[in-house]
């Protein structure tokens, strides 16, 4: 494999991590302040079509994220009446949602535009691809290098520059103090005179705003329409990836690139020939497809008992009187 191949595969991990990214950052304010999000899958779905949906018909990409944004808020809106609201149990809540966002936007898509559940293809109202490079006027396929760190769309950037800004706003503000106390020890926070209800909700509206540039991202981003399915279970691996970084943002970022590597792979080498090295064995390209979710398995087993999440995480608030 030349330098030019790796550079490629590095290009793409950064890529397929993005939504995961997001994912996986929504789910950790969602969990930090108590609130299980499973919903995120079905946020992620519903942002995607929306935008791309809006994209279509405005013309316009502003519009598109504004939607899928907006999508996601009504989502994390049901969910936060009925598991903070309504005490009701956090984990149906969210996979209701993802039952709800699964079927809804088949439905809308097929009556709205009659393609089977699929959006029409975005000739404007795309997310530009190489801000950076098409600023500049750079060639990136001439430069490789400056492809792979300049060549992105500007939500790859916003992707990661909110890692660091997850760091600061949770351990270094006032308002991280008390959303990761809502997470440990509601009550507390509750004796202290600060609303755990508004606290949680305010967690659940910034995992929808990630939610929805996950999901745009994808409709608009990595692809140029809204297709059937096409989070395909990324939301559940996110999941994975926040258990595996033990709910701390920085190990989130390795553990979505880690999972953006392996979906690289799989899409650069849909078999993998071994013969070359001395093994007479080719990898079905069916493998390499499931490999970001033999890892999701492989973590949540190994994992699951030992990464120990919030304490009040789950578990609805009750406002002693």
């Known amino acids: ?52 949906a809006a994209a279509a018909v405005t013309g316009s990409a502003l519009a598109g994220v504004l939607a899928g944004i907006g ?44 393609q089977g559940g699929q959006t029409p293809a975005l000739s404007e109202g795309r997310l530009a691809q190489t801000p950076i490079l098409d600023l500049f006027g750079i060639d990136g396929h001439a430069h490789p290098v400056l492809e792979l760190f300049l060549g992105h769309g500007i939500l790859v950037y916003v992707a990661l520059l909110a890692v660091p800004f997850t760091w600061w706003l949770l351990y270094r503000t006032r308002f991280g103090l008390r959303l990761r106390a809502v997470g440990e020890n509601p009550a507390a926070v509750d004796t202290a005179g600060v609303s755990v209800v508004r606290l949680r909700y305010a967690a659940v509206g910034i995992t929808a705003v990630l939610c929805g540039l996950a999901g745009v991202y994808m409709s608009m981003g990595l692809n140029t329409s809204f297709q059937r399915e096409m989070t395909a279970g990324r939301g559940y691996i996110a999941l994975a990836a926040l258990i595996f970084a033990k709910w701390k943002p920085v190990p989130a970022l390795w553990a979505c690139l880690l999972f953006g590597f392996l979906d690289a792979i799989s899409i650069r080498f849909q078999n993998i020939d071994l013969n070359g090295i001395g093994i007479p064995v080719v990898i079905p390209g069916q493998f390499t497809n499931a490999l970001p979710f033999i890892l999701t398995v492989i973590i949540l087993a190994g994992f699951v008992g030992k990464a120990i999440p919030p304490r009040a995480g789950g578990e609805p608030y009750v406002k002693e009187r």
Not at 33 to 46: R, Y
Not at 76 to 81: D, I, N, S
Not at 90 to 112: D, K, M, P, R
Request: glycine share 12%; with cysteine.
């Open 71 to 114: 999508a996601a808020l009504i989502l994390a809106a049901v969910h936060g009446l009925a598991s903070i609201t309504f005490r009701g149990n956090q984990l149906i809540s969210g996979v209701a949602i993802n039952f709800f966002a699964s079927g809804l936007t088949i439905v809308l898509g097929a009556a709205w535009f009659g």
């Open 1 to 52: 494999m030349d330098l030019i191949a790796i550079l490629q595969i590095l290009e793409s991990t950064i890529r397929m991590s993005t939504p995961l990214l997001f994912a996986c950052l929504a789910g950790l304010y969602s969990e930090r302040a108590g609130v299980f999000d499973i919903g995120l899958e079905g946020k992620m779905l519903a942002a995607a079509f929306a935008g791309a």
